[in-house]
């Protein structure tokens, strides 16, 4: 049961657009969003997160989007750069579960930045 | 401040082998979570460590256990290993009420089983 999803399994953007990764959810408990970039041989660095009382939170080149109603995230980058080339995981969260924090994962995205 | 960091890096291990994984938290930090990360898969969370107590469980069978010490390193033992067990798996430390955001992940260990 696949309860953080990310339907496409690679995108490829040209350097200067706009990325735009994608994720569903099912788990109505989730209240706490995540997106983490992974490159080779190295663990999975945090990149930017949203509450769920929110519906946008940003950071310079990162906002990611939140729609409760229809349980998706979004992540959009830009502009997109070769070094944003990587995996990136979208995570979530129950907070209420206080001290006991588990992060659920989807199965990744591969964004290739094309010079 | 030094980062997490596990070992060893890779490993090989025959099926019914038992193995051990070794993380070291960053300092300050007195959890560790550990994740297996199968070949085209997100992570999922085995289990959690805080004070040398597991602190909740995924849906990982008993040979899957661990320990943590007082320095806040942790291991990850697997008994009785099988073919799907072959994966990379992942430790991440934190403090309590650093919230997911301070959750710091090491390189892993890639394990097959063959």
């Known amino acids: 049961d696949q309860q953080v999803k990310q339907n496409s399994p690679s995108l490829s953007v040209q350097e200067g657009r706009i990325s735009i990764l994608n994720c569903d959810y099912t788990?109505?408990?989730?209240?706490?969003f995540l997106w983490y970039k992974k490159y080779p041989a190295e663990g999975p660095t945090f990149l930017i997160s949203i509450s769920s009382i929110k519906d946008k939170n940003e950071d310079g080149r990162f906002t990611v989007f939140l729609n409760k109603s229809a349980k998706h995230l979004s992540l959009h980058i830009v502009p997109s750069q070769p070094g944003d080339s990587a995996v990136y995981f979208c995570a979530a969260d129950d907070i209420s579960n206080f001290g006991n924090e588990k992060l659920t994962f989807g199965t990744g995205t591969r964004l290739t930045i094309i010079p | 401040e030094t980062g997490v960091t596990q070992s060893p890096t890779h490993l090989i291990k025959t099926r019914g082998q038992q193995v051990t994984l070794r993380c070291s938290s960053q300092s300050g930090h007195n959890t560790v979570s550990w994740y297996q990360q199968a070949l085209g898969q997100g992570p999922q969370f085995i289990f959690q460590?805080?004070?040398?107590?597991?602190?909740g469980r995924g849906n990982f069978p008993p040979r899957f256990s661990g320990l943590q010490f007082p320095n806040y390193s942790s291991e990850l033992n697997v008994n009785a290993l099988e073919l799907d067990d072959s994966a990379l798996y992942l430790c991440?430390?934190?403090?309590?009420?650093?919230?997911?955001?301070?959750?710091?992940f090491g390189p892993g260990t890639r394990l097959t089983v063959t």
């Open positions: 991440a430390s934190s403090f309590p009420g650093g919230g997911m955001d301070e959750q710091y």
């Open positions: 788990n109505s408990m989730f209240d706490y």
């Open positions: 460590y805080y004070r040398e107590e597991e602190n």
